[in-house]
């Protein structure tokens, strides 16, 4: 099995800035695309940022320019840069991944991280 654990969320006023990071640890995988999904209340899960395991990374569009996925492959983890935080990014952010473990295709989710912009 692959864990992932994120850290990084907390409260920020608009325009502040948050990391968010999360680790993937366990044994014998693979990791292919990682990225950052966010839910906010009332609202279904969505796609913020991915990025491949060759680098390809991509957006949604209303955190194009302000926010930055980036990922250690090395250390196994996957990181979220966040600037002009707005208060509509105000959600549950969760790290996902895909890869392979023992040769098996599998989809992990992180238990989520609160991001909280607000004054």
């Known amino acids: 099995q692959v864990q992932l654990v994120e850290s990084g969320g907390g409260l920020v006023h608009p325009g502040g800035s948050l990391r968010l990071s999360c680790a993937a640890s366990g044994r014998f995988f693979t990791l292919n695309s990682m990225a950052w999904y966010r839910q906010a209340p009332g609202k279904q899960r969505e796609l913020v940022a991915k990025?491949?395991?060759?680098?390809?990374?991509n957006y949604l569009d209303s955190v194009t320019g302000r926010f930055t996925i980036s990922r250690d492959n090395a250390k196994n983890m996957v990181y979220l840069q966040m600037n002009s935080l707005k208060p509509e990014d105000t959600a549950v952010y969760f790290c996902?991944?895909?890869?392979?473990?023992?040769?098996?295709?599998?989809?992990?989710w992180g238990q989520g991280t609160q991001v909280t912009v607000s004054s």
């Open positions: 996902n991944v895909w890869g392979y473990i023992n040769s098996t295709f599998r989809i992990w």
């Open positions: 990025v491949t395991s060759g680098g390809t990374t």
